[in-house]
Protein backbone atom coordinates (compact mmCIF):
# COMPACT_ATOMS: atom_id res chain seq x y z
CA UNK A 1 0.00 0.00 0.00
CA UNK A 2 2.87 2.16 0.77
CA UNK A 3 4.05 1.71 -2.71
CA UNK A 4 0.87 3.00 -3.90
CA UNK A 5 0.93 5.62 -1.86
CA UNK A 6 4.05 6.93 -3.04
CA UNK A 7 3.46 5.98 -6.66
CA UNK A 8 0.38 8.21 -6.77
CA UNK A 9 1.77 11.38 -4.55
CA UNK A 10 4.93 11.06 -7.09
CA UNK A 11 2.29 11.13 -10.54
CA UNK A 12 0.17 14.15 -9.04
CA UNK A 13 3.39 16.63 -8.06
CA UNK A 14 4.63 15.69 -11.47
CA UNK A 15 1.49 16.42 -12.97
CA UNK A 16 0.63 19.58 -11.06
CA UNK A 17 4.56 20.77 -11.86
CA UNK A 18 3.61 20.21 -15.70
CA UNK A 19 0.25 21.97 -15.29
CA UNK A 20 2.04 24.93 -14.03
CA UNK A 21 4.31 25.71 -16.58
CA UNK A 22 1.81 26.76 -18.99
CA UNK A 23 -1.94 25.72 -17.63
CA UNK A 24 -4.42 26.54 -20.50
CA UNK A 25 -2.04 24.76 -22.85
CA UNK A 26 -1.26 21.18 -20.47
CA UNK A 27 -4.08 20.94 -18.77
CA UNK A 28 -5.99 19.25 -21.78
CA UNK A 29 -2.72 17.29 -22.01
CA UNK A 30 -2.58 16.21 -18.31
CA UNK A 31 -4.30 12.97 -18.24
CA UNK A 32 -1.91 11.36 -20.95
CA UNK A 33 1.13 12.11 -18.36
CA UNK A 34 -0.35 10.89 -15.71
CA UNK A 35 -1.09 7.94 -17.61
CA UNK A 36 2.35 7.24 -18.23
CA UNK A 37 3.25 6.89 -14.14
CA UNK A 38 0.17 5.00 -12.91
CA UNK A 39 -0.29 1.89 -13.99
CA UNK A 40 -3.08 0.70 -16.10
CA UNK A 41 -6.17 -0.43 -14.28
CA UNK A 42 -5.44 2.59 -10.91
CA UNK A 43 -8.56 4.20 -10.65
CA UNK A 44 -9.85 3.89 -13.36
CA UNK A 45 -13.18 5.30 -13.62
CA UNK A 46 -12.14 8.44 -11.55
CA UNK A 47 -9.11 9.09 -14.20
CA UNK A 48 -11.99 8.90 -16.96
CA UNK A 49 -14.05 11.29 -15.07
CA UNK A 50 -10.79 13.83 -14.93
CA UNK A 51 -10.44 13.33 -19.24
CA UNK A 52 -13.84 14.40 -19.19
CA UNK A 53 -13.36 17.68 -16.67
CA UNK A 54 -10.20 18.66 -18.57
CA UNK A 55 -11.99 18.53 -21.98
CA UNK A 56 -11.61 22.53 -23.57
CA UNK A 57 -14.80 21.89 -24.83
CA UNK A 58 -15.93 21.27 -21.28
CA UNK A 59 -17.28 24.49 -18.68
CA UNK A 60 -15.18 22.71 -16.20
CA UNK A 61 -12.00 23.37 -17.80
CA UNK A 62 -13.13 26.88 -17.31
CA UNK A 63 -13.37 26.52 -13.72
CA UNK A 64 -10.06 25.08 -13.49
CA UNK A 65 -8.29 27.77 -15.78
CA UNK A 66 -9.65 30.01 -12.35
CA UNK A 67 -8.22 28.40 -9.93
CA UNK A 68 -4.83 28.88 -11.78
CA UNK A 69 -5.50 32.88 -11.17
CA UNK A 70 -5.10 32.14 -7.71
CA UNK A 71 -2.53 32.46 -5.14
CA UNK A 72 -0.35 29.84 -5.99
CA UNK A 73 0.82 28.73 -2.62
CA UNK A 74 -2.92 28.53 -1.72
CA UNK A 75 -3.62 26.16 -4.79
CA UNK A 76 -0.89 23.58 -4.68
CA UNK A 77 -2.29 23.17 -0.58
CA UNK A 78 -5.64 22.34 -2.28
CA UNK A 79 -4.78 19.96 -4.45
CA UNK A 80 -2.00 18.33 -1.93
CA UNK A 81 -4.66 18.04 0.91
CA UNK A 82 -7.95 17.78 -0.97
CA UNK A 83 -7.28 15.63 -3.90
CA UNK A 84 -4.46 13.27 -2.75
CA UNK A 85 -5.00 13.55 1.33
CA UNK A 86 -8.62 13.68 1.53
CA UNK A 87 -9.73 11.74 -1.92
CA UNK A 88 -6.91 9.38 -3.00
CA UNK A 89 -4.88 8.47 0.43
CA UNK A 90 -7.42 8.95 2.87
CA UNK A 91 -10.01 6.59 0.92
CA UNK A 92 -7.82 3.95 1.05
CA UNK A 93 -7.23 4.28 4.52
CA UNK A 94 -10.81 4.58 5.35
CA UNK A 95 -12.02 1.40 3.52
CA UNK A 96 -9.30 -0.54 5.54
CA UNK A 97 -10.79 1.01 8.73
CA UNK A 98 -14.79 0.47 7.46
CA UNK A 99 -13.86 -2.98 6.71
CA UNK A 100 -11.84 -3.97 9.92
CA UNK A 101 -13.97 -2.42 12.29
CA UNK A 102 -17.80 -2.68 10.43
CA UNK A 103 -18.86 0.82 11.08
CA UNK A 104 -19.10 3.99 8.61
CA UNK A 105 -16.24 5.80 8.50
CA UNK A 106 -16.53 9.64 7.10
CA UNK A 107 -14.67 11.18 4.24
CA UNK A 108 -15.38 14.67 6.12
CA UNK A 109 -16.09 16.01 10.00
CA UNK A 110 -18.25 18.78 10.63
CA UNK A 111 -17.90 20.44 13.55
CA UNK A 112 -18.68 23.57 15.51
CA UNK A 113 -16.22 25.41 17.03
CA UNK A 114 -18.73 27.46 18.73
CA UNK A 115 -22.93 28.33 19.28
CA UNK A 116 -22.33 32.25 19.36
CA UNK A 117 -23.11 33.99 15.98
CA UNK A 118 -23.12 37.49 15.61
CA UNK A 119 -26.33 37.42 13.60
CA UNK A 120 -29.76 35.76 14.45
CA UNK A 121 -31.24 34.67 10.93
CA UNK A 122 -35.10 34.07 10.36
CA UNK A 123 -35.27 30.50 10.73
CA UNK A 124 -31.70 29.02 11.55
CA UNK A 125 -31.42 26.11 13.52
CA UNK A 126 -28.29 26.77 14.86
CA UNK A 127 -29.67 29.61 16.62
CA UNK A 128 -31.83 26.80 18.97
CA UNK A 129 -28.55 25.82 20.29
CA UNK A 130 -27.77 28.40 22.59
CA UNK A 131 -24.67 31.56 22.64
CA UNK A 132 -22.31 29.72 25.11
CA UNK A 133 -21.26 26.42 23.75
CA UNK A 134 -17.58 25.92 22.95
CA UNK A 135 -15.31 22.78 21.25
CA UNK A 136 -11.60 24.08 23.10
CA UNK A 137 -8.54 24.12 20.74
CA UNK A 138 -7.51 21.31 22.37
CA UNK A 139 -10.40 18.94 21.48
CA UNK A 140 -10.32 20.59 17.78
CA UNK A 141 -7.26 18.77 17.54
CA UNK A 142 -8.18 15.62 19.10
CA UNK A 143 -11.03 15.52 16.36
CA UNK A 144 -8.83 15.69 13.89
CA UNK A 145 -5.94 13.21 14.97
CA UNK A 146 -7.96 10.77 15.63
CA UNK A 147 -10.02 11.36 11.99
CA UNK A 148 -6.81 11.49 10.22
CA UNK A 149 -5.97 8.08 11.74
CA UNK A 150 -9.09 6.74 10.21
CA UNK A 151 -7.92 8.74 6.80
CA UNK A 152 -10.54 11.84 7.05
CA UNK A 153 -8.46 14.80 5.93
CA UNK A 154 -11.16 17.07 5.23
CA UNK A 155 -13.03 19.27 8.09
CA UNK A 156 -15.77 21.75 7.86
CA UNK A 157 -16.62 23.92 10.13
CA UNK A 158 -20.52 25.14 11.07
CA UNK A 159 -21.63 27.07 13.64
CA UNK A 160 -22.99 29.26 15.20
CA UNK A 161 -20.19 31.65 13.55
CA UNK A 162 -17.58 29.95 13.26
CA UNK A 163 -14.84 33.25 12.74
CA UNK A 164 -16.16 34.34 16.45
CA UNK A 165 -13.49 31.53 16.91
CA UNK A 166 -11.00 32.76 13.74
CA UNK A 167 -7.45 33.13 15.75
CA UNK A 168 -7.87 29.76 16.55
CA UNK A 169 -9.19 28.13 13.51
CA UNK A 170 -6.04 29.46 11.87
CA UNK A 171 -4.30 27.72 14.37
CA UNK A 172 -5.42 24.31 13.58
CA UNK A 173 -4.69 25.21 9.88
CA UNK A 174 -1.32 25.33 11.44
CA UNK A 175 -1.13 22.49 13.84
CA UNK A 176 -2.60 20.34 10.64
CA UNK A 177 -1.30 21.45 7.44
CA UNK A 178 -1.94 18.11 5.59
CA UNK A 179 -5.67 19.06 6.05
CA UNK A 180 -7.87 20.76 4.01
CA UNK A 181 -10.06 23.50 6.28
CA UNK A 182 -13.83 24.89 4.67
CA UNK A 183 -15.79 27.05 7.11
CA UNK A 184 -19.41 28.28 6.55
CA UNK A 185 -19.62 31.83 7.36
CA UNK A 186 -22.08 34.62 7.17
CA UNK A 187 -19.07 36.62 5.67
CA UNK A 188 -18.77 39.89 8.14
CA UNK A 189 -16.20 39.05 10.35
CA UNK A 190 -13.54 38.47 7.10
CA UNK A 191 -11.32 41.29 6.90
CA UNK A 192 -7.71 42.29 5.59
CA UNK A 193 -6.24 40.82 8.68
CA UNK A 194 -7.98 37.04 8.63
CA UNK A 195 -7.29 37.42 4.21
CA UNK A 196 -3.46 37.38 5.19
CA UNK A 197 -3.44 34.55 7.91
CA UNK A 198 -5.46 32.76 5.16
CA UNK A 199 -2.98 33.49 2.68
CA UNK A 200 0.03 32.16 5.57
CA UNK A 201 -1.59 29.17 6.67
CA UNK A 202 -2.87 28.40 3.04
CA UNK A 203 -5.58 25.26 3.92
CA UNK A 204 -8.65 27.63 4.80
CA UNK A 205 -11.31 28.01 2.44
CA UNK A 206 -14.72 30.04 3.53
CA UNK A 207 -17.94 29.32 1.94
CA UNK A 208 -19.87 32.28 2.58
CA UNK A 209 -23.55 32.03 3.21
CA UNK A 210 -25.89 34.39 1.23
CA UNK A 211 -29.95 33.92 0.36
CA UNK A 212 -29.89 36.01 -3.29
CA UNK A 213 -29.76 39.39 -3.65
CA UNK A 214 -29.86 42.29 -1.61
CA UNK A 215 -33.90 42.12 -0.22
CA UNK A 216 -34.32 38.55 -0.23
CA UNK A 217 -30.64 37.92 1.72
CA UNK A 218 -30.96 40.95 4.50
CA UNK A 219 -34.92 39.66 4.83
CA UNK A 220 -33.56 36.98 6.24
CA UNK A 221 -30.17 37.94 7.77
CA UNK A 222 -30.68 41.41 8.86
CA UNK A 223 -29.90 44.96 7.05
CA UNK A 224 -26.79 45.65 5.69
CA UNK A 225 -25.45 42.31 5.24
CA UNK A 226 -25.22 41.84 1.70
CA UNK A 227 -23.00 44.59 2.01
CA UNK A 228 -20.84 43.42 4.08
CA UNK A 229 -20.72 40.00 2.43
CA UNK A 230 -20.18 41.83 -0.86
CA UNK A 231 -17.00 43.55 0.35
CA UNK A 232 -15.55 40.10 1.88
CA UNK A 233 -15.97 38.66 -1.82
CA UNK A 234 -14.21 41.71 -2.72
CA UNK A 235 -11.39 41.26 -0.33
CA UNK A 236 -10.80 37.43 -0.89
CA UNK A 237 -10.98 37.71 -4.81
CA UNK A 238 -8.51 41.10 -4.19
CA UNK A 239 -6.30 38.45 -2.57
CA UNK A 240 -6.30 35.78 -5.15
CA UNK A 241 -7.98 33.18 -2.27
CA UNK A 242 -10.72 30.44 -2.67
CA UNK A 243 -14.36 31.15 -1.58
CA UNK A 244 -17.28 29.87 -2.60
CA UNK A 245 -21.46 30.38 -1.40
CA UNK A 246 -23.73 28.64 0.65
CA UNK A 247 -27.64 29.04 0.02
CA UNK A 248 -30.34 27.68 1.89
CA UNK A 249 -32.99 27.45 -0.55
CA UNK A 250 -36.96 28.37 0.93
CA UNK A 251 -40.19 28.93 -0.70
CA UNK A 252 -39.29 32.80 -0.78
CA UNK A 253 -36.30 33.15 -2.20
CA UNK A 254 -36.31 29.61 -4.53
CA UNK A 255 -36.41 31.57 -7.76
CA UNK A 256 -34.14 34.21 -6.80
CA UNK A 257 -31.12 31.93 -5.77
CA UNK A 258 -31.99 29.54 -8.58
CA UNK A 259 -31.85 32.24 -11.68
CA UNK A 260 -29.16 32.88 -13.93
CA UNK A 261 -28.51 35.95 -13.03
CA UNK A 262 -27.47 34.61 -9.31
CA UNK A 263 -25.06 32.55 -11.21
CA UNK A 264 -23.89 35.30 -13.27
CA UNK A 265 -23.50 37.33 -10.22
CA UNK A 266 -21.31 35.03 -7.93
CA UNK A 267 -19.21 34.12 -10.72
CA UNK A 268 -18.04 37.61 -11.54
CA UNK A 269 -17.70 37.54 -7.68
CA UNK A 270 -14.84 35.40 -7.94
CA UNK A 271 -16.87 32.42 -6.04
CA UNK A 272 -15.21 28.97 -7.74
CA UNK A 273 -18.11 26.94 -6.14
CA UNK A 274 -21.92 26.94 -4.68
CA UNK A 275 -23.76 24.72 -2.15
CA UNK A 276 -27.34 24.51 -2.19
CA UNK A 277 -29.17 23.36 0.85
CA UNK A 278 -33.04 22.74 0.92
CA UNK A 279 -34.60 24.62 4.21
CA UNK A 280 -35.14 21.98 7.27
CA UNK A 281 -37.25 22.75 9.89
CA UNK A 282 -34.92 22.10 12.67
CA UNK A 283 -35.86 23.54 16.10
CA UNK A 284 -39.12 24.44 18.27
CA UNK A 285 -38.94 28.24 16.23
CA UNK A 286 -38.41 26.46 12.77
CA UNK A 287 -40.85 28.03 10.12
CA UNK A 288 -42.31 24.98 8.14
CA UNK A 289 -43.98 27.62 5.56
CA UNK A 290 -40.68 27.83 4.22
CA UNK A 291 -40.37 24.15 3.08
CA UNK A 292 -40.28 24.35 -0.73
CA UNK A 293 -43.13 22.57 -2.35
CA UNK A 294 -42.53 20.06 -4.89
CA UNK A 295 -42.91 22.21 -8.06
CA UNK A 296 -40.25 24.80 -6.19
CA UNK A 297 -38.07 21.96 -5.33
CA UNK A 298 -38.63 20.59 -8.48
CA UNK A 299 -37.22 24.38 -10.35
CA UNK A 300 -34.32 24.79 -8.29
CA UNK A 301 -33.10 21.38 -9.03
CA UNK A 302 -33.55 21.68 -12.70
CA UNK A 303 -31.77 24.87 -13.22
CA UNK A 304 -28.91 23.93 -11.00
CA UNK A 305 -28.35 21.24 -13.28
CA UNK A 306 -28.67 23.21 -16.10
CA UNK A 307 -26.17 25.79 -15.07
CA UNK A 308 -23.85 23.12 -14.23
CA UNK A 309 -23.26 22.16 -17.71
CA UNK A 310 -22.81 25.93 -18.76
CA UNK A 311 -21.72 27.87 -16.30
CA UNK A 312 -17.89 27.25 -14.38
CA UNK A 313 -18.88 27.16 -10.96
CA UNK A 314 -18.72 23.92 -9.09
CA UNK A 315 -22.81 24.12 -7.60
CA UNK A 316 -23.94 20.83 -5.23
CA UNK A 317 -27.28 20.42 -4.46
CA UNK A 318 -27.16 18.65 -0.88
CA UNK A 319 -30.71 17.75 -1.36
CA UNK A 320 -31.03 16.66 -5.38
CA UNK A 321 -28.09 15.25 -5.80
CA UNK A 322 -27.98 12.03 -3.88
CA UNK A 323 -27.94 9.93 -7.23
CA UNK A 324 -24.29 10.93 -7.10
CA UNK A 325 -23.34 9.45 -3.99
CA UNK A 326 -25.76 6.06 -3.27
CA UNK A 327 -28.42 7.81 -1.20
CA UNK A 328 -27.90 9.63 2.31
CA UNK A 329 -24.03 10.30 2.97
CA UNK A 330 -24.72 11.45 6.95
CA UNK A 331 -24.01 9.02 9.59
CA UNK A 332 -20.48 8.47 8.99
CA UNK A 333 -20.61 7.17 5.71
CA UNK A 334 -19.48 10.25 4.09
CA UNK A 335 -19.97 12.76 6.58
CA UNK A 336 -20.91 13.58 10.85
CA UNK A 337 -21.48 16.68 12.61
CA UNK A 338 -20.08 17.20 16.33
CA UNK A 339 -21.58 20.17 18.19
CA UNK A 340 -20.33 22.89 19.90
CA UNK A 341 -20.76 20.70 23.38
CA UNK A 342 -19.42 17.74 21.40
CA UNK A 343 -22.30 16.11 20.86
CA UNK A 344 -21.48 13.38 17.60
CA UNK A 345 -24.62 13.74 15.92
CA UNK A 346 -25.42 12.14 12.09
CA UNK A 347 -26.27 14.97 10.40
CA UNK A 348 -25.85 18.36 10.89
CA UNK A 349 -29.76 18.77 11.07
CA UNK A 350 -30.27 15.51 13.10
CA UNK A 351 -30.35 16.57 16.57
CA UNK A 352 -29.81 13.02 18.58
CA UNK A 353 -27.55 11.67 19.88
CA UNK A 354 -25.70 8.94 21.73
CA UNK A 355 -22.31 9.59 21.91
CA UNK A 356 -19.99 12.53 23.07
CA UNK A 357 -16.60 13.64 22.20
CA UNK A 358 -15.24 14.19 25.88
CA UNK A 359 -16.75 10.68 26.67
CA UNK A 360 -15.70 8.08 23.83
CA UNK A 361 -13.18 8.04 21.02
CA UNK A 362 -14.28 9.28 17.68
CA UNK A 363 -14.62 5.20 16.87
CA UNK A 364 -16.83 4.22 19.39
CA UNK A 365 -19.20 7.62 18.59
CA UNK A 366 -19.31 5.89 14.86
CA UNK A 367 -20.40 2.27 16.32
CA UNK A 368 -22.75 4.23 18.70
CA UNK A 369 -26.38 2.52 18.38
CA UNK A 370 -27.68 5.79 16.57
CA UNK A 371 -24.83 5.53 13.66
CA UNK A 372 -25.17 2.13 13.64
CA UNK A 373 -28.79 2.26 12.75
CA UNK A 374 -28.13 4.67 10.12
CA UNK A 375 -25.40 2.09 8.70
CA UNK A 376 -27.71 -0.39 8.84
CA UNK A 377 -30.59 1.34 7.53
CA UNK A 378 -28.71 3.38 4.04
CA UNK A 379 -30.12 3.69 1.27
CA UNK A 380 -33.19 4.69 2.96
CA UNK A 381 -34.90 5.37 0.00
CA UNK A 382 -34.19 2.97 -3.39
CA UNK A 383 -35.46 6.60 -5.12
CA UNK A 384 -32.43 8.64 -4.72
CA UNK A 385 -34.68 12.02 -4.85
CA UNK A 386 -36.33 10.87 -1.60
CA UNK A 387 -32.77 10.28 0.45
CA UNK A 388 -33.25 11.75 4.39
CA UNK A 389 -34.58 9.86 6.93
CA UNK A 390 -36.18 12.89 8.28
CA UNK A 391 -37.17 15.32 5.31
CA UNK A 392 -38.81 12.35 3.15
CA UNK A 393 -38.87 8.98 5.22
CA UNK A 394 -39.36 10.56 8.46
CA UNK A 395 -40.86 7.49 9.49
CA UNK A 396 -37.36 6.22 8.92
CA UNK A 397 -35.85 8.64 11.70
CA UNK A 398 -39.28 8.41 14.29
CA UNK A 399 -37.95 4.88 14.63
CA UNK A 400 -34.08 4.88 14.88
CA UNK A 401 -34.86 7.39 17.47
CA UNK A 402 -36.40 5.57 19.48
CA UNK A 403 -35.12 2.24 18.93
CA UNK A 404 -31.48 3.08 19.87
CA UNK A 405 -32.57 5.62 22.40
CA UNK A 406 -30.84 8.48 21.39
CA UNK A 407 -31.22 11.81 22.59
CA UNK A 408 -32.44 15.39 21.58
CA UNK A 409 -29.10 18.11 21.68
CA UNK A 410 -30.58 20.86 21.50
CA UNK A 411 -30.10 22.16 25.33
CA UNK A 412 -31.47 25.66 25.17
CA UNK A 413 -35.09 24.09 23.83
CA UNK A 414 -35.21 20.20 23.09
CA UNK A 415 -37.47 19.09 20.45
CA UNK A 416 -38.81 15.45 20.50
CA UNK A 417 -38.63 13.39 17.59
CA UNK A 418 -42.08 13.06 17.17
CA UNK A 419 -42.55 17.09 17.31
CA UNK A 420 -40.13 16.65 14.41
CA UNK A 421 -40.92 14.38 12.44
CA UNK A 422 -44.92 15.81 12.45
CA UNK A 423 -43.44 18.78 10.80
CA UNK A 424 -42.02 16.94 7.77
CA UNK A 425 -44.67 13.99 7.10
CA UNK A 426 -46.62 16.23 5.11
CA UNK A 427 -43.87 17.84 3.00
CA UNK A 428 -42.57 13.95 2.62
CA UNK A 429 -46.20 13.12 1.24
CA UNK A 430 -46.24 15.94 -1.06
CA UNK A 431 -43.39 15.49 -2.47
CA UNK A 432 -43.03 11.61 -3.11
CA UNK A 433 -45.68 11.88 -6.31
CA UNK A 434 -43.25 14.82 -7.94
CA UNK A 435 -40.27 12.56 -6.81
CA UNK A 436 -41.25 9.71 -8.00
CA UNK A 437 -42.07 11.11 -11.48
CA UNK A 438 -38.80 12.16 -11.98
CA UNK A 439 -37.12 9.75 -10.60
CA UNK A 440 -38.52 7.27 -13.42
CA UNK A 441 -37.91 9.36 -16.05
CA UNK A 442 -34.28 9.79 -14.74
CA UNK A 443 -34.52 5.79 -14.54
CA UNK A 444 -35.57 6.27 -18.19
CA UNK A 445 -32.84 7.80 -19.45
CA UNK A 446 -30.11 5.70 -18.05
CA UNK A 447 -31.99 2.87 -19.76
CA UNK A 448 -32.11 4.47 -23.24
CA UNK A 449 -35.69 5.82 -23.37
CA UNK A 450 -36.44 9.58 -24.62
Same mark, same amino acid.
Given at each position: ?52 ? !? ?66 ? &?? @? ?18 ? !? ?33 ? @? ?9 ? =? ?16 ? =? ?46 ? #? ?46 ? =? ?41 ? @??? !? ?13 ? &? ?51 ? #? ?25 ? @? ?5
Amino acid at each position: MSIKNAVQNFAINQALKYVEGNPKENIPKLMALVDTWIPKGWYGPQRDAIRQV !IDEENNWYQLILKAYDLDSGVRKAFFQNFLFNASLKGGIVQKEVKERENCNVPWAILLDPTSACNLHC &AG @CWAAEYGKHLNLSLETIDSI !IRQGKEMGTYFYIYTGGEPLVRKRDLIEICKMHPD @CEFLSFTNGTL =IDEEFCQDMLRVKNFVPA =ISLEGFEDANDGRRGEGVYQKVEKAMRLLKTHKLPFGISTCYTSQNYD #DVSSEEFFDYMIDSGALFVWFFHYMPVGNSAVPELLPTPHQRETVGRR =IREYRETKPIFSMDFQNDAQYVGGCIAGGRNYLHINAKGDVEP @CVF !IHYSNANIHDCTLLD &ALKSPLFMAYKDGQPFNENMLRPCPMLENPQKLRAMVKATGAVSTDYESPESV #DSLCDKTTPYALNWQPKADELWSKCQG @CKNGAK
